[in-house]
């Protein structure tokens, strides 16, 4: 299996902070690298696909980064609706396989 | 807009045989992949296997020998059956579509989850 590790677990930042997340995987996976964005009580929703690609309808300051095994998740001004966790998955082989998260926190 | 349910038992024995239903509106569910992902309250994702009209299936190493994932065309619905269940296999469950395109492969549309718990 290709193991995906974030970090950091948790952070808190301040709204109008920059943010950024990392995500490595344990091989390359080229640039089949997902970012999405867990609410609590809700289903993650998908941010990022293919390491740099923004989804339709999601704001322009969620942006990634990254090819082979390191990736970034970057927020360019925090807003109070994404205080939330953030998973990144590999969709390179199966077992697809998701980082353990990282929870932003309001300081 | 495709929409996703999950439904099935809340509550389930251990030992027994967990068994949920995926029913998708708004497109078919032929031509694409529809995985199962589960969530044990308060921890990260974890992908159980897919399924694809066929019967092409993937399922996750550590569950293989306990997991059955099928489609039914005509009731637009994927389903997940996972035997000799222990209190292990408590979590919110996911279905979602797995789409692919050239610029890569993608959970597009999950459903809201369903909560299992495994207790006698």
């Known amino acids: 299996d290709i193991q995906m590790t974030q970090s950091p677990s948790s952070l808190s930042a301040s709204v109008g902070d920059r943010v950024t997340i990392t995500c490595r995987a344990s091989?390359?996976?080229?640039?089949?690298l997902n970012w999405y964005q867990q609410k609590s009580g809700e289903a993650p929703k998908l941010l990022i696909y293919?390491?740099?690609s923004l989804q339709s309808g999601v704001p322009s300051r969620f942006s990634g980064s990254g090819s082979g095994t390191d990736f970034t998740l970057s927020i360019s001004s925090l807003q109070p609706e994404d205080f939330a966790t953030y998973y990144c998955?590999?969709?390179?082989?199966?077992?697809?396989?998701f980082g353990q998260g990282t929870r932003v926190e309001i300081k | 807009q495709v929409q996703l349910q999950e439904s099935g038992p809340g509550l389930v024995k251990p030992s027994e045989t967990l068994s949920l239903t995926c029913t998708v509106s708004?497109?078919?569910?032929?031509?694409?992949?529809w995985s199962w992902i589960r969530q044990p309250a308060g921890k990260g994702l974890e992908w159980i296997g897919r399924?694809?009209?066929?019967?092409?299936?993937n399922y996750s190493p550590s569950l293989k020998s306990r997991v059955t994932m099928s489609l039914d065309t005509s009731k637009n619905q994927v389903s997940l059956n996972l035997s000799s269940v222990t209190a292990a296999d408590t979590a919110i469950y996911y279905c979602?579509?797995?789409?692919?395109?050239?610029?890569?492969?993608?959970?597009?549309?999950w459903g809201q989850g369903t909560r299992v718990t495994v207790s006698s």
């Open positions: 998955q590999q969709a390179y082989t199966t077992p697809r396989t």
């Open positions: 293919a390491a740099s």
């Open positions: 091989q390359s996976i080229n640039s089949y």
């Open positions: 399924t694809q009209t066929g019967g092409i299936t």
């Open positions: 708004g497109g078919s569910i032929s031509s694409f992949y």
């Open positions: 979602a579509r797995e789409y692919t395109n050239s610029s890569g492969r993608t959970f597009d549309y």
